[in-house]
T-cell receptor, first 112, second 115 residues
């Protein structure tokens, strides 16, 4: 079955770049997503990448996809205190059942 | 404003009681989902529904029940058979008619605590 893995914690100094990593096992993934969850709230869609792309940039966010290694990363440039949250990657397996498999989430802490 | 609402935000229940969590969306989305979130475990799918009057079990359906009588509403009942119901419950929906039909949009969540 599908499996998506992330590191549980990441600490970054304010102003530095944050890189959150994700590995997945399902080679038939069509879209991969990044969601952000602030404390006590639901998940907010940040960005997504189609599986035939290597990179996608959206303002401070850069998504890199290495399909051969099944590795996805989210880079946040100039990290701010408002970026403190849990970040989830998720994959859609493309079989049309409209289900997502989520990673465990990475808690990003910003050090002043 | 279009969106997904969940109520209540906090819910307390005594052991042995059933409780129903509400989820409503006015996005005209076809599919709706219920997830359970526990610390360090990510999101686990409980039930999902792609059309009115039809729903499928997710990975952890035991001890839960749902109904989908209206497109806008997908309530989740946590029954007394659920062994460890204390968790954060998230509802989501998606538009199956879009190219990005897997993209899910989430409500604010309900935190259930069993006393």
């Amino acid at each position: 079955g599908e499996d998506v893995e992330q590191s549980l914690f990441l600490s970054v100094r304010e102003g530095d770049s944050s890189v959150i990593n994700c590995t997945y096992t399902d080679s038939s993934s069509t879209y991969l997503y990044w969601y952000k969850q602030e404390p006590g709230a639901g998940l907010q869609l940040l960005t997504y990448i189609f599986s035939n792309m290597d990179m996608k940039q959206d303002q401070r966010l850069t998504v890199l996809l290495n399909k051969k290694d099944k590795h996805l990363s989210l880079r946040i440039a100039d990290t701010q205190t408002g970026d403190s949250a849990i970040y989830f990657c998720a994959e859609a397996n493309g079989f049309g059942n409209e289900k997502l498999t989520f990673g465990t989430g990475t808690r990003l802490t910003i050090i002043p | 404003d279009g969106g997904i609402t969940q109520s209540p935000k906090y819910l307390f229940r005594k052991e042995g009681q059933n409780v129903t969590l509400s989820c409503e969306q006015n996005l005209n989305h076809d599919a709706m989902y219920w997830y359970r979130q526990d610390p360090g475990q990510g999101l686990r799918l409980i039930y999902y529904s792609q059309i009115v009057n039809d729903f499928q079990k997710g990975d952890i359906a035991e001890g839960y029940s749902v109904s989908r009588e209206k497109k806008e509403s997908f309530p989740l009942t946590v029954t007394s058979a659920q062994k460890n119901p204390t968790a954060f419950y998230l509802c989501a929906s998606s538009n199956l008619k879009r190219e990005l039909k897997d993209t899910q949009y989430f409500g604010p969540g309900t935190r259930l605590t069993v006393l």
